[in-house]
Nanobody, 123 residues
Framework: QVHLVESGGGLVQAGGSLRLSCTASGVSFSNFAMGWFRQAPGKEREFVGSINWTASSLYYQHSVKGRFTISRDNAKNTVYLQMNSLKPEDTAVYYC????????????????WGQGTQVTVSS
C-alpha cells in the first residue's frame, strides 16, 4: 500500500521560509516523479511544481519560480519543497503527489496523494 506523508507546514511571517517534506512508502520511489500542489480556502487546487524521477527536470508555477525549490533524496524516499520569501497568498494546504517517471502539472495524472500539510503566512 502506497503512503505519502507530508510534514513541515506551519505558521510563518511574510518573508520567512519553510521546508516541506514528503516521505513515500510502498512504492519504488526512485522510479516516480513527484509533484507539489496547493489548495487555498475557496480556491481550486493548483500546481506548484514537480520533479522527475532522475531530478533532471523541474517545473514550477510562475508565481513561485525563484522562491520555491524542489529537491529529492531517493535514499530517504523523500521529496522536499523549500519555500523562501513567503507571501500571504502562499497560504494553503500543500499536497505532494506521485506518478511514474515524469512530472506533470495536471493533478489528475498523479496516482498517489498525501493528506496535505497546512502552510499559513501572516502579513
Amino acid at each position: 500500500q502506497v503512503h505519502l506523508v507530508e510534514s513541515g507546514g506551519g505558521l510563518v511571517q511574510a518573508g520567512g521560509s519553510l521546508r516541506l517534506s514528503c516521505t513515500a512508502s510502498g512504492v519504488s520511489f526512485s522510479n516516480f516523479a513527484m509533484g507539489w500542489f496547493r489548495q487555498a480556502p475557496g480556491k481550486e487546487r493548483e500546481f506548484v511544481g514537480s520533479i522527475n524521477w532522475t531530478a533532471s527536470s523541474l517545473y514550477y508555477q510562475h508565481s513561485v519560480k525563484g522562491r520555491f525549490t524542489i529537491s529529492r533524496d531517493n535514499a530517504k524516499n523523500t521529496v522536499y519543497l523549500q519555500m523562501n520569501s513567503l507571501k500571504p497568498e502562499d497560504t494553503a494546504v500543500y499536497y505532494c503527489a506521485a506518478r511514474p517517471w515524469s512530472g506533470s502539472s495536471y493533478g489528475h495524472e498523479y496516482d498517489y496523494w498525501g493528506q496535505g500539510t497546512q502552510v499559513t503566512v501572516s502579513s
